[in-house]
């Protein structure tokens, strides 16, 4: 593998001093990889008009084509900032107009691309801001595979297509998982509870493995929600990634309340709990049950 920088005309940052990121990675066969730490792009997804697309520029690599607005990562970026950060860079796209759904990564050992799928929560208009587009569109899911498109996108693109059926979401039953950890947690409930809350919600914010949630892609970014029950009602953690519901009555109720809600909007819901009777009542509803380990394998 080697460094190349670019020619002139080549990918550029549209505003400030060119990123140690922006240059090429020559494979030993001779392809070319644009991203010195890799690349990632956004497929938004407005739930009326369809995905984000960038037509590009005829001079750029694979110009004529249509893919994802996107680029070369900086040091030490996550995929999903690289993601957001391109595409406000490239089309204007507003970070907090997007809830990210999950990361699907082609990763070739030299190099690798992120693709992170978002769901539009404020529509918002694209803007051209950078040279290497001649146009931004809303295209319909059914009006992708019409265009010509970027091979690398056109590879992808079926993958990405059929995991847009899937939307996870978890309920987690608080007072079931902090009772399979046996680090004193009956004396102080209300502590005990706000450690594992704050870790699903930090679980929630970096996402889960995709074969966790037996889903096709990378990680995911499923809704979180957290039940407290009793004593555990007073815990206030800080967990702004997840949503804590405290049960007025019995958790299982509450639990149940939540699953039914969500087996409408959501695919797969995960209840997680080792409590077979509420296993039973969940399952009925549609939703899928793993046990209390499965949760705290993840936490970190």
């Known amino acids: 593998m080697t460094i190349q920088p670019p020619a002139p005309g080549e990918p550029r940052r549209p505003h400030g001093p060119r990123d140690p990121g922006d240059a090429w990675v020559v494979a030993p066969t001779g392809e070319k990889y644009w991203g010195r730490f890799g690349a990632a792009g956004l497929l938004a997804l ?3 008009r369809g995905v984000l697309l960038q037509h590009r520029v005829s001079w750029s690599h694979f110009g004529d084509t249509w893919a994802l607005p996107g680029g070369a990562r900086h040091e030490g970026e996550s995929a999903r900032d690289g993601a957001l950060r391109e595409s406000g860079e490239e089309a204007g796209v507003p970070a907090d107009a997007v809830s ?8 070739l050992g030299i190099w690798s ?3 992170l799928v978002a769901d539009v929560t404020t529509p918002f208009e694209p803007v051209i801001s950078d040279p290497e587009s001649v146009a931004l569109e809303w295209v319909p899911v059914d009006r992708v595979d019409d265009l010509p498109l970027h091979p690398g996108f056109a590879d992808s693109w ?6 847009l059926a899937s939307r996870p979401a ?5 007072a079931n998982v902090m009772g399979a950890v046996p680090d004193g947690w009956w004396k102080d ?3 005990a509870t706000t450690r594992i809350v704050t870790k699903v919600s930090r679980l929630a914010e970096r996402g889960v493995d995709a074969e966790a949630l037996g889903l096709s892609a990378t990680r995911w970014f499923p809704s979180v929600t957290a039940v407290l029950e009793g004593q555990a009602r007073s815990a206030a953690p800080a967990a702004p990634a997840i949503e804590v519901r405290r ?7 509450e639990i149940v309340a939540v699953a039914r809600e969500l087996v409408a909007q959501h695919r797969p819901v995960v209840v997680v709990t080792s409590d077979r009777e509420l296993a039973t009542r969940v ?3 549609g939703a899928v049950v793993h046990g209390a380990r499965w949760l705290l394998d993840q936490l970190d």
């Open 100 to 107: 990210p759904r999950f990361e699907s990564v082609l990763d």
């Open 113 to 115: 691309y992120s693709t």
């Open 170 to 174: 978890i309920v987690v039953d608080v």
């Open 189 to 191: 409930r209300a502590g």
């Open 158 to 163: 079926p993958a990405l297509r059929a995991a």
């Open 46 to 48: 407005d739930p009326v």
């Open 283 to 285: 399952e009925e509803l």
């Open 247 to 253: 049960a007025p009555g019995e958790g299982d109720d």
